[in-house]
């Protein structure tokens, strides 16, 4: 019971973090691709900050934030929302030309081509950031639990590692294994319900 407190704690950092990360990088990818100005600012500023080490900056989030959990879903979504981006980007932009020039000869707005045309199209390379993205969020709130905290998995690990409690240590990280391939497996069967259609789901079957 020890572990599963600390690692709900975890998990609920990661996730809010996650969804975040999604929905502002769902968010920032489409107006990236709907704006050549945003492109070369925006994104040129986002390649930036991704390779700035987030453990260089996390100190900074604990004093401007505290040790709550806050600065743990801060960071999670920090690391998150770059792979989220990309492959948003990608997916959006890897449309086949024949159904945007049909799409024209029935006078579609943007908003239905949109909807009905980019949107659906770049969901399979969505997912695939979201589970880049998810197991990140992971990363970014230990990271965060390692920096400053009073609770949750890298807080234990630290703790542990500190009062020399092997045992305990390579429990915390099986703990925490076992919650990144739960994460993870939840966005693929989110996936799969999504998007039954799609190759790679209909390979799965198989």
């Known amino acids: 019971m020890f572990l599963l407190s600390h690692g709900s704690v975890t998990a609920a950092a990661t996730l809010v973090g996650f969804v975040l990360a999604t929905l502002i990088g769902v968010l920032i990818a489409i107006l990236i691709v709907y704006s050549p100005f945003l492109e070369k600012t925006l994104f040129t500023a986002l390649v930036a900050f991704n390779a700035i080490p987030k453990i260089a900056i996390a100190p900074l989030f604990i004093l401007w934030i505290g040790t709550e959990l806050e600065s743990k879903i801060l960071m999670a979504f920090l690391i998150a929302i770059f792979p989220i981006i990309v492959d948003t980007v990608a997916g ?58 009073n609770k949750g998995l890298g807080f234990v690990i630290l703790q542990a590692q500190g009062t020399y409690q092997t045992p305990l240590v390579f429990a915390a990280i099986a703990v925490l294994s076992v919650l990144g391939v739960i994460l993870f497996n939840a966005i693929d069967w989110a996936e799969r319900l999504a998007l039954p259609w799609h190759v790679s789901n209909r390979t799965k079957k198989h």
Not at 94 to 119: C, N
Not at 125 to 147: D, N, P, Q
């Open 92 to 149: 959006l932009r890897s449309v086949d030309p024949a159904q945007l020039d049909l799409v024209r000869t029935y006078r579609a707005s943007q908003a239905q081509t949109f909807f009905k045309i980019r949107f659906p199209n770049a969901l399979p390379s969505i997912f695939a950031g979201m589970k880049v993205g998810i197991t990140l969020a992971l990363i970014g709130t230990i990271v965060g639990e390692f920096v400053g905290a």
